[in-house]
């Protein structure tokens, strides 16, 4: 999908960002971040949520999302001054300013809940998710195990469940077949034939433990 804010359109399926037409090179955390706003708005994302995205399971201090931040409106064209795309919340975090179209004429709500697969974070959209290695699925997994459609997840009020779709190699919650819906609960393993990944939320307590970042 192409989303259109100010000079900007961002291009979810290419994972580009152009600004006046041209291409602007952008690292994945910035991308991340960008698409988290988006997705999110008008909605407050707090800090403590941006950190757990944007760095799960590590440690890194305040200034981390605050030079981010700095960078990602840089590269938007806007100012804390202006805050015409990104506003500051003080104390609390960041919000998506800029009205939005999308070239479908909607933007699907995001929940709190995604996947984690070979250091790759897939979001879950609020209601069915179809993961699979087809184009047409929600979240597609490239994997030789995986089937065209092999799965459904069902996301209502940051509450998940997930079912196999028939597939040719089955779906599995810490290592159970999913062969009728079963809850996902934070932590969980989910495997689609031998392709692992974790279920998590990003709303964890910041009370965890984290190893400190090099």
């Keep these: 999908m192409k989303l259109e804010f100010k000079d900007c359109i961002f291009d979810t399926a290419s994972r580009e960002l152009f600004r006046g037409g041209a ?11 960008l698409e988290v706003l988006i997705q999110r708005r008008p909605a407050v994302v707090t800090n403590v949520e941006l950190d757990e995205i944007l760095w799960p399971e590590v440690y890194v201090e305040r200034g981390s999302l605050t030079r981010l931040v700095s960078e990602l409106r840089s590269v938007l064209g806007d100012s804390p001054r202006e805050s015409r795309i990104i506003r500051t919340v003080y104390k609390t975090g960041y919000s998506f300013a800029a009205n939005v179209v999308g070239n479908d004429g909607a933007i699907k709500r995001v929940s709190k809940l ?69 809850a996902l609960k934070d932590g969980d393993e989910v495997a689609l034939g031998t392709a692992a990944m974790r279920f998590r939320r990003s709303d964890r307590s910041a009370q965890t433990e984290r190893s400190v970042e090099a």
């Design 23 to 33: 291409i602007v090179p952008i690292e994945p955390k910035m991308y991340l971040l």
């Design 114 to 182: 995604f996947l984690l697969w070979n250091e790759r974070m897939m979001h879950l959209e609020e209601g069915e998710n179809i993961l699979g290695r087809g184009e047409e699925c929600t979240l597609v997994i490239d994997a030789t195990t995986v089937s065209r459609r092999h799965a459904r997840i069902t996301v209502s009020r940051d509450a998940a469940s997930i079912e196999d779709l028939e597939s040719t190699n089955g779906t599995f919650v810490n290592k159970s077949p999913a062969k009728v819906p079963i």
